[in-house]
């Protein structure tokens, strides 16, 4: 599903971001990827998304070598991935319901699925009452379910998260790990980066752990 072999990025100002790295996530797994600020971790997701691409080594993706994927094709590698950021990245002039419809407006499904998928998506995540709302009427931890609407509602196989809880409290934390459960239920596979040790201590899942660019460890819960 995701594997990494001896990957490095070096950034041009000669800043070695990640170091001869191996991993594999396969098909319905679900893993947590941590280490210090600064330790690598938002750049292996960058190369999963071909925001960045690797300086050597290969990263395949549904059995795709990234590395010869054309800037053509970049979108249609993205279409397979769902992304889930920190900040959200919500459009605030437009509504919950226009915000979680837009990969579907962007992939060219008809408006009557569009309808049906977000509907869909939103009740997944418990918002299916405020669609019409605009986000910034939404807390905090209804903001990031918004986001997480719109990564899940084109189905894709894979999700990424990157930091997903780092703005919210404990109990609103547990909530959307709650989430993610439920979708790696259903056989998708899930990559989490998060600095949260107390969190992932208690998900008792693979943590992948990065220290400086370097895998440090690979294996079961911390």
């Known amino acids: 599903m995701i594997r990494f072999n001896n990957v490095s990025k070096r950034y041009e100002n000669g800043h070695d971001a990640l170091k001869h790295i191996n991993i594999n996530l396969d098909k319905g797994e679900m893993a947590f990827l941590t280490g210090h600020s600064g330790a690598g971790k938002s750049t292996l997701l960058k190369l999963i998304t071909l925001v960045e691409r690797s300086t050597r080594g290969e990263v395949w993706v549904n059995d795709v070598n990234l590395n010869k994927v054309s800037n053509r094709k970049i979108p249609f590698v993205r279409r397979n991935i769902g992304m889930i950021f920190q900040d959200h990245r919500l459009l605030f002039d437009r509504t919950v319901f226009d915000n979680v419809a837009l990969p579907l407006i962007i992939a ?3 408006h009557r699925e569009i309808g049906r998928r977000v509907r869909a998506a939103l009740d997944k995540v418990g918002l299916l009452s405020k669609e019409k709302l605009e986000p910034i009427m939404l807390s905090g931890g209804e903001q990031q379910r918004v986001g997480i609407a719109r ?3 084109n189905k894709p196989p894979i999700l990424l998260a990157d930091e997903p809880t780092g703005n919210l409290d404990p109990e609103l934390s547990a ?3 709650g989430l993610f459960q ?13 600095h949260d040790l107390g969190l992932i201590a208690r998900m008792r899942y693979r943590t992948i752990t990065l220290k400086a660019g370097s895998l440090v460890s690979d294996g079961g819960s911390i």
């Open 175 to 177: 909530e959307i790990m």
């Open 182 to 194: 439920q979708f790696n239920q259903v056989g998708v596979s899930l990559l989490v980066a998060s």
């Open 108 to 110: 060219g499904h008809p």
């Open 151 to 153: 990564a899940v509602v």
